[in-house]
């Protein structure tokens, strides 16, 4: 079988989480009520929530999965449990 790199998997995840909430953070300031639909906000936000969701649980599983193969800790890891802490307490 071949070797994988959670850490490096969490950490390209907690990336795109970042990534995501820029974008939600800039969808949200440049919204206009006057000229904008609302609905279609709120739905486009709760895709990339969902989506946010979803890689926060794989992050997750591969901190663990790299715990428990006993993989080296660097930064990658580090960077990706103190995310994980603050998408946590956000």
């Given amino acids: 079988?071949?070797?994988i790199n959670y850490n490096k998997?969490?950490?390209h995840?907690?990336?795109w989480i970042l990534i995501i909430n820029?974008?939600?953070?800039f969808?949200?300031?440049n919204f206009n009520p006057l000229t904008q639909d609302e609905t279609r906000l709120i739905e486009v936000i709760g895709y990339f929530e969902l989506i946010a969701s979803?890689?926060?649980l794989a992050t997750i599983i591969f901190l663990i999965l790299?715990?428990?193969?006993k993989?080296?800790?660097n930064y990658q890891f580090w960077i990706a449990a103190i995310c994980c802490l603050g998408y946590i307490f956000q």
């Fill in 1 to 3: 079988m071949r070797y």
């Fill in 9 to 11: 998997w969490a950490f």
């Fill in 13 to 15: 995840f907690i990336i």
């Fill in 22 to 25: 820029i974008v939600v953070f």
């Fill in 27 to 29: 969808l949200i300031i």
């Fill in 54 to 56: 979803v890689l926060f």
């Fill in 66 to 69: 790299s715990l428990i193969k």
């Fill in 71 to 73: 993989q080296k800790q």
